[in-house]
């Protein structure tokens, strides 16, 4: 496979024909002189092809594609001068300067390419709403864009050409390839030209602008969740989208990537990506009220800015770790949490937090997981292995899987009633690389223990397959390979009516089906998207994990759990400082405590910690009545109405008939804060 091929092989073998095709051009010699050339066009096929990463190493030498092309056809024509003779230079002029005009249309193709490209660069990105006002259009060929690309594929045919006269002296064969080159080019530079008159180019940056306005005044949204991160960070802002869809009013997304825009899961909720701060700064004249922020980035404080806004932190997961009260939230007008164990963390840590507007909304993200229905029922107890990652700070309490992942999954795979779920955090081994090693032995004892089981394995009726295609259509949009973010634009209009609830649908389909075409003995090792999180702990009768949200988060279902300790701190001191692991079984680094830990969780009478659990429960995430979604809303509905009344005591001239109406559970606030209410 050429990916497997080593670079430095590829580099050398690169250096080595431009030096043959010296030798060959000088000597002359037209055997070498073809293979020569054929070799360095091969090469650059595969470092084009399968090895884009070498380009910019050969670019910081400064040779690039461009010198790598001229030296290879200078060479040629050096070699056609030295076998024609003296007395031909004058029949060769044409074809020279044919190919300096090719040279020459390929620096007018990249001119205008760059002005193509800024005038589809619109300062807005949007999903879920119609754009077309502003005349998106699809992108031009991925050819006419990457310069590399398009040099070797355009200047092939005159290579060619070059190559058959320096073999048969005929010179036709050189203005033939040159022609075909020549055209290609021009063909290209006029369909890029094309895309530069005024009717069409997309909306330019003010048109745009004034596009923006007029849609923010429509929709009038009343809530919005805002988010910025980096590539691997989407999870966080994806595990509140189906919460904030149910919401009353008229949510929104604002992003500030412009790559963001396809990361986000599916939703039906309109998206604006709003990567200028000139622009997000258009917010504050819109019907927006509250912004809920499930991380804290640099650009969070930009949006903060705006006095028109109330904001709100909601996190992306709670644990008992020191990123669950960062002394940034205190920048924010409201922090939710999932219950009273939070707010307690808040108010131990003292990082500027008051009690008074901490809100406990529970984690509506939850209603997804299935309680407690009893012990294992089938032939094989599943447990759940997932670990969290190795954190910024070095803290071996972050993740066991450095020090106790191999003996944790040994322990549970020795029992031979025991099915293994192996759910390891993306980002493990991100900053540790000894993380990352011992993620890869523990998948190879997972996989070394299948080899060793055997049974029955459920037929393949096509179900699964059926069922990928359905999911994989509604909640993706096909695009061109060429397509650029306002061909995208394009593609992911307004959605189809009830496509929301087909997805819902669809992806408790792909789940059942999912389950149903793996064997019941076999352990797996479940990575990517599918099946999430909350389904593994569906699919579960334990989790073993660490001092993370994953343990807050199963909480709700009820079940036993064990949390490995890893911090170096006895038992004791260690669920004193950690109270997530107050309800768990405690499992040091050696892993000793499993058999008995099974036990427990296959015998109710074994289970000293159920009410512990129950307690804990409700403590991490707060009642079960009103559901979280319920508080959720009823969060969002009096937060915006306290900040319609801040809004009206900034800006008295403002009608309060001209902002949204609160919903029901706002008013109701509303009211009984009146004086004889």
């Given at each position: ?13 690169l ?43 050969f ?102 050409g ?17 022609a ?16 530069l ?7 330019g ?31 966080q ?15 929104l ?75 940034y ?14 707010r ?108 060793e ?11 699964l ?58 352990h ?33 279902s ?117 004086p004889?209410?």
């Amino acid at each position: 496979m050429p990916r497997s091929i080593p670079r430095p092989l590829l580099a050398a073998t690169l250096v080595g024909a431009f030096c043959a095709l010296a030798v060959a051009a000088l000597r002359p010699h037209v055997p070498l002189l073809i293979a020569a050339t054929v070799v360095c066009l091969a090469v650059e096929g595969v470092l084009y092809r399968w090895q884009r990463g070498m380009l910019s190493v050969f670019a910081k030498s400064h040779l690039d594609i461009t010198v790598r092309h001229v030296l290879r056809d200078l060479l040629l024509v050096v070699a056609l001068l030295r076998l024609g003779g003296q007395d031909r230079e004058s029949a060769y002029t044409p074809l020279v300067g044919a190919l300096l005009a090719c040279y020459a249309l390929h620096c007018a193709i990249q001119a205008a390419s760059v002005l193509v490209r800024r005038t589809r660069t619109l300062p807005v990105l949007t999903r879920n709403i119609d754009a077309s006002a502003l005349r998106l259009s699809a992108a031009p060929l991925l050819l006419l864009r990457r310069p590399g690309d398009r040099l070797l594929a355009y200047g092939l045919p005159a290579t060619a050409g070059l190559l058959a006269t320096a073999a048969t002296a005929d010179r036709r064969w050189a203005a033939l390839g040159l022609a075909l080159s020549l055209g290609l080019a021009v063909l290209g530079l006029c369909d890029l030209l094309l895309r530069l008159l005024p009717g069409r180019r997309p909306a330019g940056e003010r048109e745009a602008l004034e596009w923006l306005d007029r849609w923010l005044a429509e929709y009038r949204p009343t809530v919005g969740l805002y988010f910025s991160g980096g590539t691997s960070s989407a999870y966080q802002a994806n595990m509140w989208l189906e919460p904030l869809a149910r919401l009353e009013g008229r949510p929104l997304i604002v992003l500030r990537e412009r790559f963001m825009v396809q990361k986000l899961a599916a939703t039906d909720v309109p998206v604006l990506c709003l990567p200028k701060v000139s622009t997000l700064m258009r917010l504050e004249q819109s019907t927006l009220r509250v912004l809920i922020h499930p991380s804290n980035s640099g650009k969070t404080s930009q949006v903060l800015r705006i006095p028109t806004l109330l904001h709100t932190f909601v996190n992306h997961g709670e644990s008992d770790k020191l990123s669950s009260c960062n002394p940034y939230a205190k920048a924010y007008d409201e922090v939710w949490v999932a219950g009273p164990a939070a707010r307690e963390r808040y108010a131990q840590a003292e990082v500027g937090v008051e009690d008074k507007d901490v809100v406990e909304i529970g984690r509506p993200q939850l209603d997804a997981v299935q309680p407690y229905s009893g012990p294992p029922a089938g032939a094989y107890t599943t447990a759940l292995y997932a670990p969290t990652w190795e954190g910024w700070d070095g803290n071996p309490g972050n993740t066991s899987v450095i020090e106790a992942g191999e003996n944790v999954v040994r322990a549970l795979l020795a029992d031979p009633k025991v099915r293994l779920l192996y759910k390891p955090h993306p980002l493990t081994g991100s900053v540790d690389p000894r993380a990352g090693a011992a993620d890869l032995r523990i998948r190879e004892l997972i996989r070394a223990a299948n080899r060793e089981r055997s049974g029955a394995r459920p037929a393949d009726d096509g179900e699964l397959a059926r069922r990928t295609v359905e999911l994989d259509r509604l909640t993706s949009t096909g695009f061109r390979a060429a397509a650029d973010q306002t061909e995208r634009m394009l593609a992911q209009s307004t959605p189809e009516p009830g496509r929301a609830r087909a997805v819902a649908e669809a992806t408790a389909a792909w789940e059942d089906a999912y389950w149903a075409s793996l064997p019941e003995w076999e352990h797996q090792i479940v990575i990517g998207v599918r099946p999430t999180l909350f389904s593994c702990f569906n699919r579960s009768d334990l989790l073993v994990s660490d001092v993370s949200s994953v343990v807050s988060d199963f909480m709700a279902s009820g079940k036993p759990y064990a949390v490995a300790n890893t911090s170096g701190l006895a038992e004791d001191v260690f669920r004193k400082t950690f109270p997530t692991v107050r309800a768990a079984t405690v499992l040091a680094p050696d892993a000793a405590g499993v058999p008995e830990l099974l036990a427990s969780v296959r015998d109710p009478e074994k289970d000293e910690l159920a009410r512990a659990r129950a307690e804990l429960k409700r403590h991490l995430l707060g009642p079960d009545e009103p559901a979280a979604q319920e508080r959720f809303n009823t969060a969002v509905q009096q937060l915006c109405w306290t900040a319609q009344e801040r809004r009206a005591r900034l800006i008295p001239e403002q009608r309060l008939s001209d902002s949204p109406e609160p919903g029901p559970a706002a008013a109701s606030s509303a009211a009984s804060a009146e004086p004889g209410a």
